[in-house]
């Protein structure tokens, strides 16, 4: 940009030079010696003009060019330190409105009588079954409010496969009334947990098993985050040494790599206690590029 402008004056002080030729050269305008003196004298004035300009656009143009690679260097070594950026898909819920839609038993059947749908909410009111969805998820942002029994115990799992030999298993995000169940009593089997493994830590805020609660689970890569009422209770990498350390102390221990799959399905447990969630939203992980993760959740989440 500023070599454009250069080049244009340049342009322009050409055509000048050129009219001041043509007007000093007009015959008998003046003697050829007083001409040449004149023309001397305008080249040299000229000639430093064009300098000084030449200097000018050079230092600014260098300045920027400095600037942009010290910029491009610190772009650089942040996506090298954090090459973890996330761009989501627009929320999706999938309770549907007076539907159990987009659910299945652990068998692939229609969820049984026990479990419904009104007015958006999925409520579980006698022994139906465990429920998940009819697809998997990869990386995803779900969100849940919940309200359950007094004394109820219920839980979201989710990377929820066949493990060969085990059955179905799958990390859980716990819902618990902590306040009036011996299970709530119990650091890493309490509401928010990551059941069994990593307990919350001390930010954590409960309401009552009557009062809407709610829930948020982050899963991108090797990433997991549990949220409850807007804090966030628990933060692991899968595979770190905290991971490892935990699943070896679990009920877990002789399950291989349980967690490490990278995508399963969603689902909703029945413990044999009444259970209303109010809304379960999805929203998927398209992409990764190259963003802080704590930056993408402030810009993304709120």
């Not at 000093?24 to 003046?30: G, I, K």
């Not at 509401?191 to 948020?216: Q, V």
């Not at 206690?273 to 992980?285: G, K, N």
């Amino acid at each position: 940009m500023m070599w454009d402008l250069w080049f244009g004056i340049f342009g322009v002080n050409g055509i000048f030079t050129q009219n001041v030729i043509k007007s000093v050269y007009v015959p008998n305008r003046q003697s050829l010696v007083q001409t040449e003196v004149f023309m001397k004298r305008f080249q040299t004035v000229n000639c430093f003009l064009l300098t000084v300009s030449f200097l000018f656009f050079a230092s600014i143009s260098e300045a920027g060019f400095l600037n942009l690679k010290k910029n491009r260097d610190i772009v650089q070594k942040k996506n090298a330190a954090h090459p973890v950026q996330l761009i989501v898909g627009t929320k999706t819920s999938l309770i549907r409105e007076n539907s159990l839609d987009g659910w299945t038993t652990i068998g692939g059947k229609i969820p049984g009588n026990a479990w419904s749908v009104e007015g958006g909410v999925l409520h579980l009111h006698g022994k139906g079954g465990d429920v998940m969805t009819d697809r998997e998820y990869k990386n995803f942002i779900l969100d849940f409010t919940w309200t359950i029994a007094k004394g109820g115990n219920s839980g979201i799992k989710y990377r929820f496969k066949n493990h060969d030999g085990k059955g179905w298993l799958g990390l859980e995000y716990q819902v618990l009334d902590d306040f009036n169940t011996k299970e709530g009593e119990k650091t890493q089997n309490n509401t928010a947990t990551l059941y069994d493994i990593l307990p919350t830590n001390n930010s954590k805020i409960l309401k009552s098993h009557e009062e809407l609660n709610h829930g948020r689970i982050v899963v991108n890569g090797n990433r997991i985050e549990h949220w409850l009422n807007g804090r966030k209770v628990v933060d692991v990498r899968v595979g770190s040494e905290t991971w490892k350390k935990a699943v070896a102390a679990s009920k877990f221990n002789d399950v291989a790599k349980f967690g490490e799959n990278a995508v399963g399905r969603i689902m909703v447990q029945d413990h044999g206690c009444e259970v209303r969630f109010h809304d379960i939203t999805i929203r998927e992980i398209v992409t990764t590029t190259k963003l802080k993760h704590h930056e993408f959740l402030k810009r993304k989440l709120k």
